[in-house]
């Protein structure tokens, strides 16, 4: 049941010159493809992205600091042939950082070939998928480890998966396949880095239920269709738990830390969202079974939009949806019985400026979550972006309580090419 974790292309720690060294290889083996294409058959844009955090709290740790400076960049070539039934895509990411050495890391978020014969496709490759309607959480999303690197908080960035996919398209619904190869582990800060857990995260002490640790070969199948103004999805997974279960354990140092336990799990879902003019109904739910118990998780609400406020071009759009966990205070999911409430405005105009506020708020607890992010462009080749997460009255018996202290606001500027 132990295993040694993922030494390749993770969001753990890699030295900077194999990082380098890596970044390298990437961007050479796309400009090879480029030069061996035709223009009208490859595509190659990128982008490079630094970006800071200020941290508005003294941190619980002497290591972290009340700041960060960090850059990003992503290249995604596509590469199309046999009339575009047949391509490639290669999307390599990478991040350095300047406090948190597992943030120096890399990944391969796509490099997958895709073949469309009729109304059947086939992928096969690093490829991301995601699942889900509602707006706080997304609970039936399982397919793609998530990179707690990038997106600490709201926790929407994923890791590439290594995967086999199958799709059909047919009168009845569209019917999609995955085998699923290897498993990610889940990416850590660091003990400089922050947001971060009061007690560090050790993956080299990872554990898992299976025998097998990361070559357990996981499946998923999902069936989604249009009813009119309805949108479903139904699925079912089989294979490792994306999220790890944490224990305390004593690091090869002696030192207190907490080590990531995978275990097996079943999952059954339903994804539905209903549109009915200005109003959005969403729903996401599902059953599972792991470590011999069964639970069940849910999050629902709606969204109303105002189209064209004080005669403008704005938009502004009311969301309230609410997320209930049968384990309670248990769970490893902070969204065990929490309420959403949140604004988002759209400008509507040439520089696609967006703005969403929110607060999550814990009803068996009573901690409060804040939630902004506004976005800009800025001219044809920049994005502006900024977020902010802050909390308030967080106890002890809360599941957020161990990053409550890690208040922060958080700028980048993107740089398209």
């Not at 597992?102 to 991301?128: I, P, Q, S, T």
């Not at 996919?165 to 800060?189: C, K, M, N, V």
């Not at 901690?367 to 902004?372: D, K, M, N, T, V």
């Amino acid at each position: 049941m132990t295993g040694t974790g993922d030494m390749g292309m993770t969001g753990r720690a890699l030295p900077l010159r194999r990082w380098l060294a890596t970044a390298g290889c990437c961007l050479a083996a796309s400009m090879a493809a480029l030069n061996a294409a035709h223009a009208d058959d490859f595509t190659l844009r990128g982008s490079i992205e630094p970006e800071i955090r200020a941290f508005t709290q003294a941190a619980s740790s002497p290591r972290q600091t009340d700041s960060d400076l960090s850059i990003a960049g992503e290249i995604t070539g596509k590469y199309f042939w046999d009339s575009g039934n047949q391509s490639l895509v290669f999307t390599p990411f990478g991040r350095l950082d300047q406090r948190d050495s597992r943030r120096n890391h890399w990944d391969l978020r796509e490099a997958r070939y895709a073949r469309v014969m009729g109304d059947w496709e086939f992928r096969a490759g690093f490829d991301k998928v995601f699942w889900g309607v509602t707006e706080a959480v997304h609970l039936v999303d399982v397919v793609n480890q998530t990179d707690l690197l990038e997106d600490p908080i709201k926790q929407e960035a994923r890791l590439g998966q290594p995967m086999v996919r199958l799709r059909t398209t047919q009168s009845f619904g569209t019917l999609d396949a995955f085998i699923l190869p290897w498993f990610r582990e889940r990416t850590f800060a660091g003990p400089n880095g922050r947001p971060a857990l009061d007690i560090p995260v050790d993956p080299s002490l990872t554990r898992y239920e299976s025998s097998r640790q990361q070559r357990h070969v996981d499946g998923a199948i999902r069936y989604s269709n249009h009813f009119g103004d309805i949108d479903l999805g139904l699925a079912y997974f089989q294979g490792t738990n994306r999220e790890p279960i944490l224990t305390p354990a004593l690091s090869k140092d002696g030192d207190l830390v907490l080590a990531p336990f995978y275990a097996q799990m079943k999952q059954a879902s339903l994804d539905v969202q209903a549109t009915k003019g200005a109003w959005l109904y969403k729903f996401e739910g599902y059953w599972r079974r792991e470590l011999g118990r069964e639970y069940e998780a849910a999050t629902g609400g709606i969204e109303y939009t105002f189209y064209g406020i004080l005669g403008t071009d704005n938009d502004l759009g009311l969301v309230a949806e609410y997320a209930l966990d049968s384990r309670g205070m248990t769970a490893r999911n902070p969204y065990q019985n929490d309420g959403f409430l949140a604004l988002r405005w759209t400008a509507n105009d040439a520089a696609s400026t967006s703005f969403l506020g929110g607060a999550v708020m814990d009803a068996s607890t009573g901690a409060l979550g804040l939630r902004f992010k506004g976005e800009r462009r800025l001219g044809d080749d920049y994005r502006l972006s900024l977020e902010a997460y802050f909390f308030g009255n967080v106890p002890r018996s809360d599941p957020v309580y161990s990053v409550a202290d890690d208040d922060y606001v958080q700028l980048r500027i993107a740089r398209y090419f």
